[in-house]
């Protein structure tokens, strides 16, 4: 069961939009990160590096946390927003929820649910 302290300091990385970094300080080495339905990728260096590519796709990245945070136990559900835009000024806007176990003070599961609707980058429209 991660400690309150231990959850704050990775809800504040990841707003920090330290994707990557979050993964490396909070994950366990054999962790599993899962989109909805789809295989999880396994393996704290693969959700790395999945995390980098996804990363560079994206000029810029905001990334919010909606309290409160729901724990029990060693079970923890957040509820994101997430705020790309990329080179070309599309933007995307993702709002899931990551359902993680975790061991001790790291993740050991996550999994993620949002409507895959939502990842088709909108195009730009300026003033």
Not at 4 to 15: M, Q
Not at 109 to 117: I, S, T, V, W
Request: proline share 7%; glycine share 4%.
């Amino acid at each position: 069961m991660p400690s309150a302290e231990t959850l704050e300091k990775f809800i504040a990385r990841v707003e920090s939009n330290a994707h990557v970094e979050a993964i490396e300080e909070f994950y366990t080495p054999n962790a599993t990160m899962q989109e909805n339905n789809a295989p999880p990728r396994v393996g704290r260096d693969t959700l790395v590096e999945s995390e980098r590519r996804a990363l560079a796709r994206a000029k810029s990245v905001t990334s919010q946390c909606v309290r409160p945070v729901f724990v029990d136990g060693d079970r923890v559900v957040i509820r994101w927003i997430f705020e790309f835009t990329y080179p070309d000024g599309s933007r995307m806007r993702i709002e899931e929820l990551a359902y993680q176990r975790w061991e001790g003070e790291r993740i050991a599961e996550e999994k993620f649910f949002y409507d895959p609707a939502q990842l088709k980058p909108q195009p730009f429209i300026g003033t």
